[in-house]
């Protein structure tokens, strides 16, 4: 059995007990955090939070309307995933899809005037909900530090590799 690699396993790096406690509170705090918007969303306007992200990005986009697979790839989901949020929201009358002219394979997601107004009615109180969850918590300098954590967290994870396995891509 010369093919078999013999050689003892490394030891993986186990986190110490500070860093145990620091990665339980994020994964608790970010759980927490999540049911909270949801919560709120489902109560103000009867959408999860991923449909509000998405509404966002619409609102936010010149002329209220994205690409299918830019709207996936900015909301890091399946575009199996997205396609059940957009019908939801078109059942609503929030989003219609329009084919790509140059693209008969391509969509896009359009915001509608109903949509739009919806998102102008609920953003005050998500936001109230934000920062009344998150912001007021932190002083200045706790935001500015945990600002820079996760933009560096974020710039590390995001795949540079084209053929990466990406959520968007499924």
Request: proline share 5%; aromatic share 8%; hydrophobic share 40%.
């Amino acid at each position: 059995m010369e093919y078999m690699n013999t050689a003892p396993a490394e030891e993986p790096r186990w986190l110490s007990d500070e860093e145990q406690r620091t990665w339980r509170a994020y994964m608790h705090a970010s759980t927490l955090l999540e049911d909270h918007l949801d919560r709120q969303l489902q109560r103000d306007a009867g959408m999860p939070h991923v449909y509000y992200g998405l509404l966002v990005q619409l609102g936010e986009a010149p002329r209220r309307r994205l690409r299918m697979t830019e709207l996936a790839m900015n909301a890091k989901i399946t575009r199996s995933r997205l396609s059940h949020a957009i019908a939801r929201l078109e059942k609503n009358g929030w989003v219609r899809r329009e084919d790509c002219p140059s693209d008969k394979r391509g969509q896009f997601a359009v915001l509608t005037d109903e949509g739009y107004e919806v998102l102008r009615r609920t953003a005050p109180g998500h936001v109230a909900a934000v920062r009344q969850a998150f912001f007021d918590r932190l002083t200045p300098d706790q935001q500015n530090a945990l600002g820079d954590a996760m933009r560096i967290i974020a710039e590390g994870l995001q795949p540079k590799d084209a053929a990466a396995d990406l959520p968007w891509l499924r």
